[in-house]
């Protein structure tokens, strides 16, 4: 299908994308067109005009600082996980994305773009939230930073920025003796995510955790953290029986989402059974 018609501009600068912005009222923002370009093909979205941030070169920049890296809007997957610092300091950002779509889509395809779209079965949204992420945006007021978890309260959570641009991705560095990984339960036919989670826990020994941060996403309406079970897991030790009770608990405030591809309670019972076998493993290393 072709797109309906719509401007387009290519500012070089923040200041002059964000000025554009301000006057082309319905403005699409370009960065690695994932989502939008396949969206202004099947006419889901039909912006009045597209602006493309590819030129912006303040925002492909990868700095590291004493205790965690600021990533840049326009920073590629495949850019990230070449990193080294990230590679020795994030190792689960770097799992989750050798799982994430495929070298193509990596190759173009950005952080802060996964985190504004916010897809179901979002693997960097996942890892972003296990990870205590914090999204920096750009406005008229100047320059703010929102934790993810309070930024992804649902599908394209960019949609309610009134003016705004996402200029960075803000993530702490994992400590050494942190234990994370990613896991994800994909449908055999399209790749896609059935159910995941990330989980970065710290451990406080015997079985115990001195901090957990657990985020899952293709099963629920939206990639989230559970509250819930990052607070029963520091109470610990957890036996077998003990931990899949706490899960439960925290899977009944979830609403799941179903379509043809697998059913809610198909996704509920996968997730359900991924955590348990994850943590515990991760809790017995």
Not at 99 to 115: F, Q
């Amino acid at each position: 299908m072709i797109p309906a018609a719509f401007d387009y501009a290519r500012p070089a600068t923040l200041e002059e994308a964000a000025s554009l912005l301000s006057q082309e009222g319905g403005a699409a923002l370009l960065a690695g067109g994932q989502s939008l370009i396949t969206e202004l093909k099947q006419r889901r979205a039909s912006p009045r005009a597209v602006i493309d941030l590819n030129a912006i070169t303040e925002l492909s920049a990868i700095e590291h600082g004493p205790d965690g890296v600021r990533i840049g809007a326009m920073v590629r997957q495949a850019e990230l996980l070449r990193d080294a610092t990230v590679q020795k300091r994030l190792p689960l950002l770097c799992e989750t994305g050798a799982a994430a779509g495929d070298p193509m889509i990596r190759r173009l395809g950005t952080l802060a773009g996964a985190l504004c779209e916010a897809e179901p079965g979002g693997d960097w949204v996942a890892a972003a939230l296990a990870l205590e992420a914090e999204v920096e945006i750009y406005g008229k007021d100047g320059t703010r930073r929102m934790p993810a978890a309070d930024f992804v309260t649902g599908i394209k959570p960019a949609g309610s920025l009134q003016g705004e641009i996402v200029t960075a991705v803000h993530l702490p560095y994992q400590k050494e003796d942190s234990r994370s990984t990613y896991r994800k339960v994909k449908h055999n036919a399209v790749g896609w995510s059935i159910a995941s989670a990330a989980i970065n826990l710290e451990p406080g020994g015997g079985g115990t955790c001195r901090k957990a941060r657990i985020a899952v996403s293709g099963a629920p309406s939206h990639p989230q953290r559970l509250p819930a079970l990052e607070t029963a897991l520091t109470a610990g030790p957890y036996d077998a029986e003990r931990l899949r009770a706490a899960i439960e608990e925290a899977l009944q405030g979830l609403t799941f989402r179903g379509d043809h591809y697998a059913s809610a309670d198909y996704r509920r019972t996968r997730l359900g059974i991924l955590l348990s076998r994850t943590l515990q493993e991760l809790l017995a290393a």
